[in-house]
């Protein structure tokens, strides 16, 4: 157990449709990263945040946002959804979110969101 | 973000030592040498890291050339639990890369039998 949680585990949901994943981190770890993972394209980042501001952005669709809360915890919108956005979403925290030494990254379980 | 080159797969037979190899021909003087490994139906979980000296921990060793350009994974004696996918990322500490995001390859997929 990796001390970070991510709700829902499973999704399942519509074209066009919108949802929202959340992922709490780790106790002490200020940075939360999202990521996807999809049988084409690997693991992808998407987003980092650190103690509530946005640090850095990767490969993250318009249709995509993310923000992370006073109490650390962060949340994932994906609207306008298409078959394509199918894939596991990955969320990891870290202390500092720097590219440091002891910056190892935790990965929560995983959301597996399915577009129908 | 300076790019990794490893096998797509590899196999091993239980309780033997696997050597999983890396290279990062284009590595920067900062960059640290870091490994993930991603089990069957899980997120990636990190395994170990270095910079210029060997490396050892309860999970693995990280053996680094003295070039830096390669570097190789050791697991001891693997297991079946240790079949997964192991990714060799560098780390930058210097730059506007600064932020401690993980750019991911293909990684190797490593199979043990019984």
């Known amino acids: 157990d990796s001390g970070v949680t991510q709700t829902p585990k499973h999704l399942i949901t519509a074209t066009g449709q919108r949802v929202t994943l959340r992922c709490s981190p780790r106790?002490?770890?200020?940075?939360v990263y999202w990521y996807q993972q999809s049988l084409d394209q690997g693991l992808q980042f998407l987003i980092q945040?650190?103690?509530?501001?946005?640090?850095a952005k990767g490969n993250i669709l318009e249709r995509f946002s993310a923000q992370q809360f006073p109490d650390l915890h962060s949340e994932l919108n994906l609207s306008s959804l298409e078959l394509g956005d199918s894939a596991l979403y990955f969320c990891?925290?870290?202390?500092?979110?720097?590219?440091?030494?002891?910056?190892?990254?935790?990965f929560g379980p995983g959301t597996r969101l399915t577009v129908l | 973000d300076a790019k990794t080159t490893q096998p797509n797969s590899m196999e091993s037979n239980e309780e033997e030592p696997v050597h999983l190899p890396c290279n990062h021909s284009?590595?920067?003087?900062?960059?640290?040498i870091h490994w993930y490994r991603q089990l069957p139906s899980q997120g990636p979980e990190y395994v170990i890291h270095?910079?210029?000296s060997n490396v050892n921990n309860r999970m693995a060793s990280l053996a680094i050339a003295e070039d830096r350009k390669s570097s190789t994974l050791i697991l001891h004696r693997a297991t079946l639990r240790d079949a997964a996918v192991y990714y060799c990322i560098l780390r930058g500490v210097l730059g506007s890369s600064n932020t401690g995001k993980l750019i991911f390859g293909q990684g190797t997929t490593l199979q043990v039998k019984p």
């Open positions: 270095g910079l210029t």
């Open positions: 945040y650190y103690n509530g501001e946005e640090r």
């Open positions: 284009t590595i920067s003087g900062t960059d640290y």
């Open positions: 990891a925290s870290s202390v500092t979110g720097l590219a440091g030494v002891a910056d190892t990254q935790y």
């Open positions: 106790s002490g770890d200020l940075s």
